[in-house]
Nanobody, 126 residues
Framework: EVQLQASGGGLVQAGGSLRLSCATS????????IGWFRQAPGKEREGVAC????????HYADSVKGRFTISNNNTKNTVYLQMNSLKAEDTAVYYC???????????????????WGKGTLVTVSS
């Protein structure tokens, strides 16, 4: 059974940092593309960052480029999202998800993954 569990969210002041973790089971990180997505209140879910094991592709949303970094630890089957220079507009529930395209369409990351974990709330105070 494929499972993903995001953790590491919390309350942070603007300009601060957080590192989210996504613990996975039921597959290896070599099997599927995996990514981070977020949904703010009243807004659609959007892609933040994704990585593909097939060709090494990594994509970031324009709004987080230079501030967020996605990485993985294959030994631990865990994916991370290091978030620096956080802004109030980064406030959202963050989800990790796997098996789907890690690609950009019309300037935005495609949100079309098959497996989703429960989210973790990130609140950035201004």
């Amino acid at each position: 059974e494929v499972q993903l569990q995001a953790s590491g969210g919390g309350l942070v002041q603007a300009g601060g940092s957080l590192r989210l973790s996504c613990a996975t089971s039921g597959f290896t990180l070599d099997d599927y593309p995996i990514g981070w997505f977020r949904q703010a209140p009243g807004k659609e879910r959007e892609g933040v960052a994704c990585m593909s094991p097939f060709d090494g592709t990594i994509h970031y949303a324009d709004s987080v480029k230079g501030r967020f970094t996605i990485s993985n630890n294959n030994t631990k089957n865990t994916v991370y999202l290091q978030m620096n220079s956080l802004k109030a507009e980064d406030t959202a529930v963050y989800y990790c998800a796997a098996e789907g395209p890690c690609a950009v369409e019309a300037g935005r990351l495609i949100v079309d993954m098959d497996y989703w974990g429960k989210g973790t709330l990130v609140t950035v105070s201004s």
